[in-house]
């Protein structure tokens, strides 16, 4: 009788592949979108302005805005920038977290108050790190007193912006949500070069640090299993 040879060795998994990224794909783009590729970005823009090279297209883009002005854009622009921090953005940030709350929505709301809060201390300390003066190329007719880079609209909204999409992107709002975030954001970073209180750099930067903190708090709090809004687990 023969003896029972070794067993014969399993087929392949084809798990680390096709069924992983099936499941994590979007957190891996995630992973590389939202934070990797804006930390590179960021890590430029800041070594330009930390050794106080001028970036060749910041005065060009805002002699452009200067160029494109006129009354009615001034009342409009000066109302996005309102809207894009103290009348709009701050309003909503605490209003959203407090619903959230309500809801008991206890890992959302962590993730809005530590993205959104954690977003505006983070600007406060990287403007005092690199202490840019504002541009000079006229007299605003919003003038800034605080340092220039990153720029703080650009970043708060931006911040906003990666949390709402985040949110939403396992429901069916996820497009919708994606396209007005991405309008608001856009609008609230021209306004600031418009109304010359910012470099387009000082916007660029902001942008990339509220990708980098938003992705980071997203992955820290979900991980690779977690998802928004799933039913909390005793």
């Known amino acids: 009788m023969a003896s029972a040879g070794p067993p014969d060795d399993p087929a392949p998994s084809r798990e680390p592949t ?3 990224l099936a499941r994590h794909g979007w957190r891996v783009a995630l992973l590389f979108v939202g934070l990797l590729l804006p930390m590179w970005g960021f890590a430029e823009l800041a070594d330009e302005v930390h050794e106080g090279e001028p970036l060749p297209f910041d005065a060009p883009l805002l002699e452009a805005a200067r160029a494109a002005a006129s009354a009615r854009l001034d009342t409009f622009f000066i109302w996005v920038s309102r809207l894009g921090y103290e009348y709009g953005l701050v309003p ?11 809801l008991r929505r206890r890992r959302e709301a962590l993730f809005a108050a530590l993205a959104l809060g954690g977003s505006a201390l983070l600007n406060v300390g990287t403007k005092a790190l690199f202490a840019r003066d504002r541009p000079s190329l006229w007299e605003s007719i919003a003038p800034e ?3 220039s880079f990153p720029s703080g609209h650009a970043m708060g909204s931006a911040t906003l912006a990666w949390v709402l999409v985040l949110l939403a992107w396992r429901t069916r709002w996820r497009w ?3 396209a007005v975030a991405l309008a608001g954001v856009l609008l609230v970073g021209t306004s600031r070069v418009y ?4 470099y387009p750099s000082d916007v660029l930067a902001g ?3 509220a990708s980098i903190w938003a992705a980071a708090c997203f992955l820290l709090l979900y991980g690779l299993h977690g998802r928004p809004w799933s039913p909390h687990r005793p």
């Open 18 to 20: 096709r069924g992983w």
């Open 92 to 102: 909503f940030d605490i209003g959203f977290v407090l619903v959230l709350v309500l």
């Open 145 to 147: 007193e605080t340092f």
């Open 176 to 178: 919708p949500v994606l």
């Open 195 to 198: 109304l010359g209180v910012h």
């Open 207 to 209: 942008w990339a640090a």
